[in-house]
């Protein structure tokens, strides 16, 4: 039986969408029903809590339904609702785009800690890899005179940087390029940044199925070992890079301990290995030693 026929207050469709979300296996069935109840009614939290009695329209209903039976299948909220927040940014989240992570934005975190002598530079960002724009929308938000070239290969994520750049008002700052890592590039920048794809090509199958079948495998499959994106980025670093300039990598978990050898191969000084809020080492940062062109 659908919410629809039943005549629940806000508290009885709480309480009857987060029983549905636990029977499908969904681990936040509870913070799931009430944003996905907020969300379908346009309730603050106060809302919510204070008028928990006040039935539910029919129109309420229909719309929460189908956003029950979309989680009940394990599609993310942020899918669900096309919208996440990340750093200070509200992106709008596409399909066929990779959701990004919170894991992520300790790129950004490292990034703008090692640029904090700059923050009114006019510095030159290439990203590569851009999805949804996540990584360049926070960090020209933060470094009001940058200026950034976002590549990705898919067409989808690099309408989706434009479409999320627009929103932040920030597509005078970037240009969008599609195409293959910085194969078409000749211009060198003050800082790379990627979260490249790291998943081993057999631990795909192995991933969650909100993962699996929601993000698409162009932003997910890393090669055997997982580390084909950082070899492919990494034998051109040094003609991309400034003097001095900075590379800022994500890391999956475990990476680690094979990309800093690549690095240091290159003449690239480590300057910092950031952990995310998991612990996990996340977050590589290199420095230029010395040009290689
Ligand atoms: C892990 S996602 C990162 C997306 C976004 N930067 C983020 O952090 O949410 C990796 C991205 O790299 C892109 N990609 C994969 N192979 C590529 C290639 N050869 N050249 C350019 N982009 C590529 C994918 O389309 C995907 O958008």
């Given amino acids: 039986m659908t919410l629809a026929t039943k005549n629940l207050s806000r508290h009885q469709a709480v309480f009857a969408i987060k029983q549905r979300l636990l029977e499908a296996g969904v681990d936040t069935a509870d913070e799931d029903a009430r944003i996905l109840l907020r969300a379908a009614t346009s309730l603050t939290r106060l809302e919510l809590a204070t008028q928990p009695q006040t039935a539910l329209s029919h129109e309420q209903c229909q719309i929460l339904d189908q956003y029950v039976t979309r989680r009940e299948a394990h599609e993310p909220v942020s899918r669900i609702l096309e919208s996440r ?88 700052r970037a240009f969008v390029l599609q195409g293959r890592w910085h194969e078409a590039l000749q211009a060198q920048f003050d800082l790379v940044i990627s979260n490249p794809p790291y998943i081993a090509s057999a631990e795909l199958n192995a991933l969650p199925p909100s993962v699996r079948l929601y993000d698409p495998i162009l932003a997910l499959d890393g090669g055997t070992d997982g580390l084909d994106c950082y070899r492919a980025i990494i034998k051109d670093i040094p003609r991309l890079l400034k003097p001095n300039g900075l590379l800022v990598f994500e890391l999956g978990i475990g990476q680690a301990t094979d990309v800093r050898p690549m690095l240091e191969a290159m003449k690239l000084e480590i300057k910092t290995i950031a952990r995310d809020l998991g612990g996990h080492e996340r977050a590589l940062a290199a420095r230029a030693i010395q040009n290689a062109q």
């Fill in 85 to 172: 927040g990340f750093w200070t940014v509200d992106l709008l989240i596409a399909p066929n785009v990779l959701d990004p992570r919170p894991d992520t934005e300790t790129l950004v975190e490292t990034a703008l800690s090692l640029l904090e002598n700059t923050p009114n530079a006019p510095i030159k960002i290439l990203e590569l890899g851009a999805g949804s724009g996540a990584i360049v929308c926070a960090l020209l938000s933060e470094l009001p005179k940058a200026q950034a070239v976002v590549v990705d290969l898919s067409p989808h994520a690099c309408q989706a940087s434009k479409v999320n750049l627009a929103r932040c008002g920030l597509s005078n």
